[in-house]
């Protein structure tokens, strides 16, 4: 007889709800993720289009305007 090592339930509560969108390499600077964005989160950066994250709703409109697929959720 021994002591059962606990075995809790707990779920690992790692989801970040202020969770955004962000720009990666493949941007071609076409600027359409831009003119389509709700909140006005995205701006031409130095390298390619970026997302505020403060600003971003997440709510995945410039991922499905993007041609290049550029746009993915972080
Ligand atoms: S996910 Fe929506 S709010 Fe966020 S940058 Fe893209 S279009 Fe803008
Ligand atoms: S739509 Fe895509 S390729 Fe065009 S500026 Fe936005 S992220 Fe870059």
Known sequence: MGIEPEQGTKEDDKEDTTMAYVITDECVSCGTCE???????ISQGD????????????CGTCADACPTEAIKPE
């Open 35 to 41: 003119a389509e964005c709700p909140s006005e989160a």
């Open 47 to 58: 390298e390619h289009y970026v997302i505020d994250p403060d600003a971003c709703v997440d």
